[in-house]
């Protein structure tokens, strides 16, 4: 393409874009609404929208000195955006595009493949040369700055008499189907990168302190042979409930925990459906509806509350990405490196390593309340094969690559499953650890997963779906909780707690329930909240 204006130009791309980077938003209108009849026009309507909302966006911000820059820019992003849409029918919103940042390079090469090579190099490489050696016709300032006018006046003119014409289509499309503007690329993208810079530029982060008057209601009164508390926390990585056996999956996936005296609570809901959403969320004060994430790094979470009752002990171990900020103010430990772990393969640093070396933190904090909170790579994917040593593959035959698109729905459960087993193995290390410790701690483990994940049930795979469209298999989690044996059942009644765990609960339970184990009195802490609260045995 030589010597063509800029108008013409905008117009290509935007045509080049509507066509070939849009396969998601196109299944799922036609999922939607089908091609019978009219509706088949209809759909064909939304293909002229698209490519003049694009030429009205490109037009806008087109000078001599812009156009090219961010039509490449525009091209390279939307070809990996349409991969992970088209591969995994994921949605690019604002956490998306956080949980993305987030993401460490380990967890990235897991998402590497030849597809992605070829969708960036056909969608981004190739379209980005052609704009670059386009020579582009400008005229002198008067006139393009009227032919930008004329433009942008012609974009509107044919957007609005399209919706116009088809206005009974459109008003469903806005008003009853709107997660259908999720899958609009490179729109919708473009959106979710201003709002989320938008989140970033409200001004310096202050945090606010919460439960500054945080005690524990035992100390000044106990006796000698009163004995503290060490609890473990661990957050699993995208364990579903339903592959858990423990909630009836047809697998045996849990052979280890189903030995173990645990109440597992069936009905458990996360508060998102990304790590870098849920983790902050779910030891956050806000509950699901009133989470967000400026409120999350602006206010002290439940370990700041534990930790200012100068009693408690924190220690946080990572296996995964971080800790998304909670435990920036207690001792953190990064386990993704050998530097640290002692349990890492050929393939990667494993869960159990965190187990490593306890011992002597707890040396350290002896006769002292204690919580160490573990972080599981757990299931993370799309790499499940990964996420276990090779004497765990039980369920075959399995899916060994990234594309999983490209493997049976068995291949890919297989994987997930065996992963599943692999937590199941390291959880149940992770309680015998604690029970020499029955003795003279009272003891207890509480399991959580951050979120679930798709397997390709209805096309979609992996997490991060916005939470109100997303299915339930991303937001339905595993969880349970052990006690020693000891004086810890003395205070909780277990067969009480037995009695209500098939209640529906979510991560927004876990700040008060946490408070509530520890014996914290705080006004921050609500007993309606606390899962333990009706079963604690009156003093």
């Given at each position: 393409?030589?010597n063509?204006t800029?108008n013409?130009?905008?117009?290509?791309?935007s045509?080049?874009?509507?066509?070939?980077?849009?396969?998601?938003f196109?299944?799922?209108v036609?999922?939607?609404?089908?091609?019978?009849?009219?509706?088949?026009?209809?759909?064909?309507?939304?293909?002229?929208?698209?490519?003049?909302?694009?030429?009205?966006?490109?037009?806008?911000f087109?000078?001599?000195?812009?156009t090219?820059?961010?039509?490449?820019?525009t091209?390279?992003?939307?070809?990996?955006?349409?991969?992970?849409?088209?591969?995994?029918?994921t949605i690019?919103?604002s956490?998306?595009?956080?949980?993305?940042?987030?993401t460490?390079?380990?967890?990235?090469?897991?998402?590497f493949?030849?597809?992605?090579?070829?969708?960036?190099?056909l969608?981004?490489?190739?379209?980005?040369?052609?704009?670059y050696?386009?020579?582009?016709e400008?005229?002198n300032?008067?006139?393009?700055?009227?032919?930008?006018?004329?433009?942008?006046?012609l974009?509107?003119?044919?957007?609005?008499?399209?919706?116009?014409?088809?206005s009974?289509?459109?008003?469903?499309?806005?008003?009853?189907h709107?997660?259908?503007?999720?899958?609009?690329n490179?729109?919708?993208?473009?959106?979710?990168?201003?709002?989320?810079?938008?989140?970033?530029?409200?001004?310096?982060?202050?945090?606010?302190?919460?439960?500054?008057?945080?005690?524990?209601?035992?100390?000044?009164?106990?006796?000698?042979?009163?004995?503290?508390?060490?609890?473990?926390?661990?957050?699993?990585?995208a364990?579903?409930?339903?592959?858990?056996?423990?909630?009836?999956?047809?697998?045996?996936?849990?052979?280890?925990?189903k030995?173990?005296?645990i109440?597992?609570?069936p009905?458990?809901?996360?508060?998102?459906?990304?790590?870098?959403h849920?983790?902050?969320?779910?030891?956050?004060?806000?509950?699901?509806?009133?989470?967000?994430?400026k409120?999350?790094?602006?206010?002290?979470?439940?370990i700041?509350?534990?930790?200012?009752?100068?009693?408690?002990n924190?220690?946080?171990?990572?296996?995964?990405?971080?800790?998304?900020?909670?435990?920036n103010?207690?001792?953190?430990?990064?386990?993704?490196?050998?530097?640290?772990?002692?349990?890492?393969?050929?393939?990667?640093?494993r869960?159990e390593?965190?187990?490593v070396?306890?011992?002597?933190?707890?040396?350290?904090?002896?006769?002292?309340?204690?919580?160490?909170?573990?972080?599981?790579?757990g299931?993370?994917?799309?790499?499940?094969?990964?996420?276990?040593?090779?004497?765990?593959?039980?369920?075959?035959?399995?899916?060994?690559?990234?594309?999983?698109?490209?493997?049976?729905?068995?291949?890919?459960s297989?994987?997930?499953?065996?992963?599943?087993?692999?937590?199941?193995?390291?959880?149940?290390?992770v309680i015998?650890f604690?029970?020499?410790?029955?003795?003279?701690?009272?003891?207890?483990?509480?399991?959580?997963?951050?979120?679930?994940?798709?397997?390709?049930?209805?096309?979609f795979?992996?997490?991060?779906?916005p939470?109100?469209?997303?299915?339930?298999?991303?937001?339905?989690?595993?969880?349970?909780?052990?006690?020693?044996?000891?004086?810890i059942?003395?205070?909780?009644d277990?067969?009480?707690?037995?009695?209500?765990?098939?209640?529906?609960?979510?991560?927004d339970?876990?700040?008060?329930?946490?408070?509530?184990?520890?014996e914290v009195?705080?006004?921050?802490?609500?007993?309606?909240?606390?899962?333990?609260?009706?079963?604690t045995k009156?003093?």
């Amino acid at each position: 393409m030589k010597n063509i204006t800029t108008n013409k130009l905008i117009l290509f791309i935007s045509i080049l874009l509507a066509a070939f980077y849009n396969y998601s938003f196109f299944k799922a209108v036609v999922n939607v609404y089908g091609t019978e009849g009219i509706n088949l026009i209809y759909i064909s309507s939304t293909t002229l929208v698209l490519i003049f909302l694009n030429v009205f966006i490109f037009t806008l911000f087109s000078s001599k000195y812009t156009t090219k820059p961010i039509l490449i820019i525009t091209l390279f992003v939307s070809s990996f955006t349409a991969y992970f849409m088209d591969t995994y029918n994921t949605i690019i919103d604002s956490e998306m595009i956080r949980n993305t940042l987030q993401t460490n390079l380990d967890e990235s090469i897991d998402l590497f493949s030849i597809k992605l090579i070829m969708y960036v190099l056909l969608l981004g490489v190739l379209p980005s040369i052609l704009v670059y050696k386009t020579k582009i016709e400008y005229k002198n300032l008067k006139g393009e700055f009227y032919s930008k006018i004329k433009m942008i006046i012609l974009s509107l003119i044919i957007i609005v008499a399209t919706v116009l014409s088809f206005s009974k289509f459109y008003s469903s499309f806005f008003r009853e189907h709107k997660p259908l503007r999720y899958h609009v690329n490179p729109i919708y993208w473009i959106y979710s990168i201003g709002k989320y810079t938008n989140s970033l530029n409200k001004g310096p982060i202050v945090l606010k302190t919460i439960g500054n008057d945080a005690i524990i209601n035992e100390k000044g009164n106990e006796t000698e042979t009163e004995k503290t508390e060490l609890i473990i926390m661990v957050v699993g990585e995208a364990a579903r409930a339903d592959r858990f056996s423990l909630n009836g999956y047809n697998k045996e996936t849990n052979p280890l925990l189903k030995k173990e005296e645990i109440i597992n609570f069936p009905n458990m809901y996360s508060c998102g459906t990304s790590t870098a959403h849920s983790v902050p969320c779910m030891f956050s004060i806000y509950n699901k509806d009133t989470y967000d994430y400026k409120k999350g790094v602006s206010t002290e979470n439940v370990i700041d509350v534990l930790n200012h009752t100068k009693f408690i002990n924190v220690l946080w171990r990572d296996n995964n990405s971080s800790s998304k900020g909670v435990a920036n103010r207690v001792e953190y430990e990064d386990f993704r490196t050998s530097e640290t772990n002692t349990m890492c393969d050929d393939v990667e640093c494993r869960d159990e390593g965190m187990l490593v070396g306890l011992d002597n933190y707890i040396k350290k904090h002896k006769n002292e309340d204690i919580l160490i909170v573990l972080h599981q790579m757990g299931n993370h994917g799309p790499a499940y094969y990964k996420r276990y040593p090779k004497a765990f593959e039980k369920f075959t035959p399995v899916c060994k690559t990234n594309q999983l698109e490209k493997c049976t729905q068995e291949e890919v459960s297989n994987a997930y499953d065996n992963a599943i087993l692999y937590t199941d193995y390291f959880l149940s290390k992770v309680i015998n650890f604690l029970k020499p410790y029955s003795k003279d701690y009272e003891t207890a483990m509480l399991y959580m997963s951050d979120h679930g994940e798709s397997l390709g049930e209805n096309g979609f795979y992996l997490h991060g779906i916005p939470y109100i469209i997303a299915p339930n298999e991303q937001k339905h989690i595993a969880s349970f909780m052990w006690f020693g044996e000891g004086e810890i059942k003395e205070d909780i009644d277990v067969k009480k707690l037995s009695s209500y765990k098939n209640k529906e609960f979510s991560q927004d339970n876990l700040f008060h329930t946490l408070l509530g184990l520890f014996e914290v009195e705080t006004k921050v802490y609500d007993k309606t909240k606390d899962i333990l609260y009706n079963a604690t045995k009156p003093e």
